[in-house]
T-cell receptor
Framework: GENVEQHPSTLSVQEGDSAVIKCTYS??????FPWYKQELGKRPQLIID?????GEKKDQRIAVTLNKTAKHFSLHITETQPEDSAVYFC????????????FGKGTHLIIQP | DAGVTQSPTHLIKTRGQQVTLRCSPK?????VSWYQQALGQGPQFIFQ???????QRGNFPDRFSGHQFPNYSSELNVNALLLGDSALYLC??????????FGDGTRLSIL
């Protein structure tokens, strides 16, 4: 089955700086890659997703890049703000997302004021 | 527009007991998936229901079973509870399985 590795497990950046979280996947059939943000005690919330026919997608301060050949994808957050502090999870699935998601173990992003 | 709702929010059981968790999907969604999230870990896929049938299943024993009703709501049943079943159980709904919307989860503690 699919295996998703996520790094780093903890990331501390100064407010206003950029943050990058990286994930690798093992199953070449995977074609859907969402990112979720989970604040303490709350539900995971979808923040951005990308499908394998696209190499990059951007939504305001958030962007995701995908390298199918290397089987890795990354989340980029620019101009970080205190409200960006949370745990971020990457995930992968085949079937265009219709199949079950395999999640990474998460990255705890800390924004230092 | 109500999102995904789950009940109960918290539950305490003892080893060997059985538990039923409930989920109502977001309005307009037809697919329900269940995930188990242990403390400090990412969610793990249990199974997915579509048109009242289990469409896909993750690597969980058959002590974990589910059901989807005609109104798209769903139940997760766990038999013969083990200490290791203590976790946050998340329900997620979607239209055709895409772009999951999660509920707040049920925190299950096994004593």
């Amino acid at each position: 089955g699919e295996n998703v590795e996520q790094h780093p497990s903890t990331l501390s950046v100064q407010e206003g700086d950029s943050a990058v979280i990286k994930c690798t996947y093992s199953d070449s059939a995977s074609n859907y890659f969402p990112w979720y943000k989970q604040e303490l005690g709350k539900r995971p919330q979808l923040i951005i997703d990308i499908r394998s026919n696209v190499g990059e997608k951007k939504d305001q301060r958030i962007a995701v890049t995908l390298n199918k050949t290397a089987k890795h994808f990354s989340l980029h957050i620019t101009e970080t703000q205190p409200e960006d502090s949370a745990v971020y999870f990457c995930a992968a699935s085949s079937g265009g997302g219709a199949d079950g998601l395999t999640f990474g173990k998460g990255t705890h992003l800390i924004i230092q004021p | 527009d109500a999102g995904v709702t789950q009940s109960p929010t918290h539950l305490i059981k003892t080893r060997g007991q059985q538990v039923t968790l409930r989920c109502s999907p977001k309005s307009g969604h037809d697919t329900v998936s269940w995930y188990q999230q242990a403390l400090g870990q990412g969610p793990q896929f249990i199974f997915q229901y579509y048109e009242e049938e289990e469409r896909q299943r993750g690597n969980f024993p058959d002590r974990f079973s589910g059901h989807q009703f005609p109104n798209y709501s769903s139940e997760l049943n766990v038999n013969a509870l083990l200490l290791g079943d203590s976790a946050l159980y998340l329900c997620a709904s979607s239209l055709g399985g895409r772009r999951l919307h999660f509920g707040d989860g049920t925190r299950l503690s096994i004593l």
